[in-house]
């Protein structure tokens, strides 16, 4: 609590826009109009055609190219740079007059005021699509693709088929790449670990507006802190990602009947627990229930993914046992059962995602389900909806994979076991809801905290890529022992502090938002 009262205090010191948001945790970042104005006019001098100012109907487009509509501010410009070298002398521009400034790649994760702010600048990587695959001889002595931060994994993974290739990254089509800036989970993580291990080097723009190539030999602590660290360091205008071998594959999307939830509550308990199909590294899902608490109804799903041509693999026969009322499966390539995603592209609600842990055991499912809808009930009641949790399956052998790639940032230890990440999130349209859907899901995660501590279940860790505002992840990375480390990474790189002052985000050590 010592480090986060210094940290919390230092960022009050060198930013007076920076407030407090009702939790010391929590702060709010507030830009200055004016100098944002000015700010963008000389961006405009010198980069013409790059800078968007409202009322345009590009700049339209760029601020609300974000998921989640709750998400959508009015930043002072949008600044969307050719090329790195015009984001690396952008960045340095703002910072030399002290101006706040987002970043957004994919615009997927529903976090308000992150990737967008009110009145600042947005830097938007839409035009940075670079995408090339490098073979050996190089000098990471490996097939690799170099790959600007502005793609969909839909673009990466279509564009890699060609080749007989894949890279470990993102399950859902139209997420980008600041999944790997938190780790990202992937569907095939329990072989390769996380998304972030299976990234061999960065270009970053750094606050001085110099352009870095980071990897293990050039700034290993860098490239450690950048693996799970998000934008705490810098701007990455570039990802090398290790590319492998990958044939068709088993998998695609599929619904069940309200009727059959707790067939499916089973199925994935099943799937968790020692001699589970999780324990085949070939077999993933990206499961999820749903719950309207007007209707009564619950909604589950899951996308399957098994690494291999078995059109019933035993990993996942739990699952496939259950009639299914939508949706198919089937031996594919891997890039079509990404696509079945797309319906986690439209752009027409308001989202919010947050994120606990519970440890894998025969009473996890049915405790996450029984909280949600416990809570639903009483502070939702009557209240058309829909709030869910997906739960994801965290391996052993995902952790082992983790640490054999080199480690990073999250430091999870293998030998605590496997556990699941519940994603708890609400979906709706009316604005006037999002302090109610704020209200239950903190409840919630306090609800689940509670039942899993009694039982000896909470795990001690929240995953960044899930997050939501008021949710401090990066504190709980190698359960508290990676802070002080990625402090100390970021006072080497970023010795003014731009990246904890300046832009918004989850800090190293509280998280900072706009638009409050």
Same mark, same amino acid.
């Given at each position: 609590?010592?480090?986060?009262?210094?940290?919390?205090?230092?960022?009050?010191?060198?930013?007076?826009?920076? =407030?407090?948001?009702?939790?010391?945790?929590?702060?709010?970042?507030?830009?200055?109009?004016?100098?944002?104005?000015?700010?963008? *006019?000389?961006?405009?001098?010198?980069?013409?055609?790059?800078?968007?100012?409202?009322?345009?109907?590009?700049?339209?487009?760029?601020?609300?190219?974000?998921?989640?509509?709750?998400?959508?501010?009015?930043? !002072?410009? =949008?600044? *969307?740079?050719?090329?790195?070298?015009?984001?690396?002398?952008?960045?340095?521009?703002?910072? *030399?007059?002290?101006?706040?400034?987002?970043?957004?790649?994919?615009?997927?994760?529903?976090?308000?005021?992150?990737?967008?702010?009110?009145?600042? =600048?947005?830097?938007?990587?839409?035009?940075?699509? *670079?995408?090339?695959?490098?073979?050996?001889?190089?000098?990471?002595?490996?097939?690799?693709?170099?790959?600007?931060?502005?793609?969909?994994?839909?673009?990466?993974?279509?564009?890699?088929?060609?080749?007989?290739?894949?890279?470990?990254? !993102?399950?859902?089509?139209?997420?980008?790449?600041?999944?790997?800036?938190?780790?990202?989970?992937?569907?095939?993580?329990?072989?390769?670990?996380?998304?972030?291990?299976?990234?061999?080097?960065?270009?970053?723009?750094?606050?001085? !507006?110099?352009?870095?190539?980071?990897?293990?030999?050039?700034?290993?602590?860098?490239?450690?802190?950048?693996?799970?660290?998000?934008?705490?360091?810098?701007?990455?205008?570039?990802?090398?990602?290790?590319? &492998?071998?990958?044939?068709?594959?088993?998998?695609?999307?599929?619904?069940?009947?309200?009727?059959?939830?707790?067939?499916?509550?089973?199925?994935?308990?099943?799937?968790?627990?020692?001699? !589970?199909?999780?324990?085949?590294?070939?077999?993933?899902?990206?499961?999820?229930?749903?719950?309207?608490?007007?209707?009564?109804?619950?909604?589950?799903?899951?996308?399957?993914?098994?690494?291999?041509?078995?059109p019933n693999p035993a990993a996942l026969r739990n699952f496939t046992s259950i009639s299914i009322t939508s949706?198919?499966?089937? =031996?594919?390539?891997?890039?079509?059962?990404?696509?079945?995603?797309?319906?986690?592209?439209?752009?027409?609600?308001?989202?919010?995602?947050?994120?606990?842990?519970?440890?894998?055991?025969?009473?996890?499912?049915?405790?996450?389900?029984?909280?949600?809808?416990?809570?639903?009930?009483?502070?939702l009641n009557g209240i058309n909806v829909t709030v869910g949790a997906a739960v994801e399956p965290i391996t052993?052998?995902?952790?082992?994979?983790?640490?054999?790639?080199?480690?990073?940032?999250?430091?999870?230890?293998?030998?605590?076991?496997? &556990?699941?990440?519940?994603?708890?999130?609400?979906?709706?349209?009316?604005?006037?809801?999002?302090?109610?859907?704020?209200?239950?899901?903190?409840?919630?995660?306090?609800?689940?905290?509670?039942?899993?501590?009694?039982?000896?279940?909470?795990?001690?860790?929240?995953?960044?890529?899930?997050?939501?505002?008021?949710?401090?992840?990066?504190?709980?990375?190698?359960?508290?022992?990676?802070?002080?480390?990625?402090?100390?990474?970021?006072?080497?790189?970023?010795?003014?502090?731009? &990246?904890?002052?300046?832009?918004?985000?989850?800090?190293?050590g509280f998280e900072l938002h706009s638009g409050c």
């Amino acid at each position: 609590m010592a480090l986060l009262k210094f940290v919390f205090l230092g960022v009050l010191a060198v930013a007076s826009s920076a =407030v407090a948001d009702g939790d010391p945790q929590s702060v709010c970042l507030r830009s200055n109009a004016a100098e944002t104005q000015a700010a963008c *006019e000389a961006l405009m001098q010198a980069f013409p055609e790059q800078v968007l100012f409202p009322g345009s109907q590009n700049y339209t487009a760029e601020a609300t190219a974000l998921w989640d509509q709750a998400a959508w501010l009015e930043p !002072g410009c =949008v600044f *969307e740079p050719l090329s790195a070298a015009n984001l690396a002398l952008g960045v340095s521009e703002l910072v *030399e007059r002290n101006v706040t400034f987002s970043v957004r790649s994919g615009g997927h994760m529903p976090v308000p005021g992150h990737a967008s702010l009110d009145d600042g =600048v947005m830097i938007a990587t839409t035009h940075l699509t *670079e995408k090339t695959l490098v073979r050996t001889p190089n000098s990471y002595g490996t097939d690799y693709l170099r790959v600007g931060p502005g793609f969909r994994w839909s673009e990466v993974y279509s564009f890699l088929e060609q080749y007989g290739l894949a890279a470990i990254g !993102g399950r859902v089509s139209s997420v980008g790449s600041s999944l790997l800036l938190g780790g990202g989970l992937s569907y095939f993580s329990s072989a390769h670990g996380w998304a972030a291990n299976n990234i061999l080097g960065f270009e970053l723009a750094l606050a001085n !507006g110099s352009l870095i190539d980071v990897n293990a030999e050039s700034a290993p602590d860098l490239y450690w802190a950048l693996k799970g660290g998000s934008n705490n360091f810098g701007i990455v205008t570039r990802y090398d990602l290790k590319t &492998f071998p990958l044939g068709q594959v088993f998998g695609g999307s599929v619904t069940w009947a309200s009727n059959d939830t707790q067939r499916y509550l089973d199925a994935q308990t099943a799937f968790i627990l020692p001699g !589970g199909g999780a324990e085949d590294d070939r077999a993933a899902i990206m499961p999820n229930f749903a719950y309207n608490p007007v209707t009564g109804q619950n909604v589950s799903s899951t996308v399957y993914m098994f690494n291999g041509s078995d059109p019933n693999p035993a990993a996942l026969r739990n699952f496939t046992s259950i009639s299914i009322t939508s949706g198919s499966v089937g =031996v594919s390539n891997f890039s079509e059962v990404v696509a079945s995603t797309a319906g986690y592209a439209p752009r027409d609600r308001r989202w919010a995602f947050y994120a606990t842990a519970v440890k894998s055991a025969p009473p996890t499912m049915n405790l996450l389900y029984r909280n949600l809808r416990e809570q639903a009930d009483i502070i939702l009641n009557g209240i058309n909806v829909t709030v869910g949790a997906a739960v994801e399956p965290i391996t052993v052998n995902l952790l082992k994979a983790a640490k054999n790639a080199g480690g990073d940032a999250i430091d999870l230890d293998p030998e605590q076991g496997p &556990f699941v990440v519940s994603l708890l999130y609400g979906s709706w349209s009316d604005p006037a809801l999002d302090s109610m859907i704020e209200k239950w899901v903190l409840a919630t995660i306090d609800a689940i905290d509670k039942d899993a501590k009694s039982q000896g279940l909470h795990y001690p860790w929240t995953f960044l890529n899930d997050a939501g505002q008021k949710q401090d992840p990066i504190s709980t990375y190698g359960y508290g022992k990676s802070l002080p480390r990625l402090q100390e990474v970021s006072k080497k790189y970023d010795p003014t502090g731009v &990246f904890q002052r300046a832009v918004p985000g989850f800090k190293l050590g509280f998280e900072l938002h706009s638009g409050c």
